[in-house]
């Protein structure tokens, strides 16, 4: 309980902490005092007062109740009556919460730092090896530039080279033909000329003219017909290779006409 001696001291309490709630914080007025305990007289604050039971929905007396539950808010923090305004506390959380975002800030700022650090040296290294490989071709220029007559001196020769290695090849082909035929040609048989035989612009084939001893023929055995046989049977000639010419036997020798043909046309 306040005694009448203490009401004075306990007005100006009251008034002063309006003051200090009003200009500290900048809140609203207050619109109302509520009292617990035994009643005290606060007349001249130019507020309302009422007095603050808890415990007025229960039966009993409950004049006291107010410290109790007062008391019981101190110590267990169940209730709390907050009088800061809204922006102010808002702040006030902001503030709090302000180490935590300055903090992040830093660390983002960090990563974001790191980062721009890495592509720099990224772009250093790069510009490095651009600056070398540069150098490099600069280095390489005249040998190049030494080189490009040489190579084109080389292409002219492989050129030629081809031609003279097609007109050997040619050579080569033609000096086996002719080997390859006498070779089927028996003794007192042997060849006079020949000349290409030509299909569409290709040789196909040859034309030769041959002569026989008769008296190297067997008796009997038609040694043309034999000479055309084993042409034929040959790899390199096909089965059109026929006598075209083929004289009947006069004096000691005769001449006849083999139109020898290539199984492949002639290179």
Do not use: C
Request: no cysteine.
């Amino acid at each position: 309980p306040v005694s009448a001696e203490m009401v004075p001291r306990l007005k100006q309490e009251i008034a002063r902490s309006i003051s200090f709630y009003l200009n500290q914080h900048g809140g609203n007025s207050p619109v109302k005092i509520l009292q617990t305990g035994e009643p005290a007289d606060l007349t001249g604050l130019d507020l309302p007062v009422e007095t603050f039971d808890p415990f007025r929905k229960m039966k009993g007396e409950g004049a006291g109740g107010g410290v109790l539950a007062g008391l019981a808010v101190r110590e267990n923090a169940a209730i709390k009556i907050n009088l800061i305004p809204e922006t102010l506390q808002k702040a006030r959380r902001f503030k709090k919460r302000q180490p935590v975002i300055i903090s992040a800030a830093i660390s983002a700022l960090l990563v974001f730092a790191v980062w721009i650090f890495g592509l720099n040296q990224m772009a250093g290294l790069t510009r490095q090896k651009t600056a070398a490989i540069k150098g490099e071709i600069a280095r390489l220029e005249p040998v190049e530039n030494r080189l490009i007559p040489l190579e084109e001196k080389a292409a002219e020769l492989e050129r030629e080279a081809n031609v003279y290695r097609e007109l050997a090849e040619q050579r080569a082909f033609w000096l086996d033909t002719l080997a390859e035929i006498k070779a089927y040609l028996p003794k007192g048989m042997f060849l006079l000329k020949s000349e290409p035989i030509k299909t569409e612009d290709k040789v196909s084939g040859l034309r030769i003219s041959a002569v026989s001893y008769l008296d190297y023929e067997t008796e009997g055995a038609d040694a043309v017909a034999e000479v055309r046989n084993a042409l034929q049977s040959s790899p390199r000639f096909s089965d059109k290779t026929k006598v075209t010419n083929r004289p009947t036997k006069r004096l000691f020798a005769r001449e006849f006409v083999l139109d020898v043909f290539f199984e492949e046309a002639a290179p």
